[in-house]
């Protein structure tokens, strides 16, 4: 259950408590993770069973983790209006749902993303064009975020588009 090496990078941007939201978390590898660093996390991801299981480790470990089952790709998706300081997503890809990820950030708040681009096509999966950026699109589509860190290419054996942005 190790995070992604992007956001535990990025640890000093970090505010030393707060609210964070995992947006789909798989086991919730990120969530533990900004739990034990002292935010409060919300959690979320369709696989229900995923979903017990962050409930158990979380619970295990005695972490602040609401962990919640649900569709994001299901009608209108949205995680409320500046709730966060914190919005981690970390190889998904639904376009859609940027504009809720932007609002649900408060001023000052971060989004630390990053998934795959086109080019992982040629390594394996993924594959699918819909889940995969084109060069230079996350900087789009975090827009009007100010972009704090941002890199594209190849890193760890992938092909990723990862950015830290600013709420202002």
Same mark, same amino acid.
């Given at each position: 259950?190790?995070?992604?090496?992007?956001?535990?990078?990025?640890?000093?941007?970090?505010?030393?408590?707060?609210?964070?939201?995992?947006?789909?978390?798989?086991?919730?590898?990120?969530?533990?993770?900004?739990?034990?660093?002292?935010?409060? &996390?919300? %959690?979320?991801?369709?696989?229900?069973?995923? =979903?017990? +299981?962050?409930?158990?480790? $979380?619970? *295990? #470990?005695?972490?602040?983790?609401?962990?919640?089952?649900?569709?994001?790709?299901?009608?209108?998706?949205?995680?409320?209006?500046?709730?966060?300081?914190?919005?981690?997503?970390?190889?998904?890809?639904?376009?859609?749902?940027?504009?809720?990820? &932007?609002? %649900?950030?408060?001023?000052?708040?971060?989004? =630390?993303? +990053?998934?795959?681009?086109? $080019?992982? *096509? #040629?390594?394996?999966?993924?594959?699918?064009?819909?889940?995969?950026?084109?060069?230079?699109?996350?900087?789009?589509?975090?827009?009007?975020?100010?972009?704090?860190?941002?890199?594209?290419?190849?890193?760890?054996?992938?092909?990723?588009?990862? &950015?830290? %942005?600013?709420?202002?």
């Amino acid at each position: 259950m190790t995070p992604a090496l992007w956001l535990t990078s990025h640890v000093h941007l970090l505010p030393p408590h707060g609210a964070a939201l995992d947006v789909a978390c798989g086991r919730g590898r990120h969530a533990i993770w900004l739990s034990a660093h002292g935010l409060s &996390v919300v %959690a979320v991801d369709r696989d229900a069973d995923k =979903i017990s +299981e962050l409930r158990q480790e $979380a619970a *295990a #470990r005695h972490l602040t983790v609401v962990a919640t089952a649900r569709d994001l790709e299901s009608g209108a998706a949205s995680f409320g209006t500046a709730t966060f300081d914190v919005v981690v997503v970390i190889y998904y890809l639904y376009r859609q749902l940027f504009p809720a990820l &932007v609002d %649900a950030l408060r001023p000052g708040g971060l989004l =630390i993303y +990053e998934t795959f681009t086109r $080019a992982q *096509a #040629r390594r394996g999966k993924p594959t699918n064009p819909d889940f995969l950026l084109e060069e230079g699109e996350l900087r789009r589509l975090v827009e009007p975020l100010e972009i704090v860190d941002w890199r594209e290419g190849v890193f760890e054996e992938r092909d990723v588009a990862s &950015v830290v %942005a600013r709420r202002r």
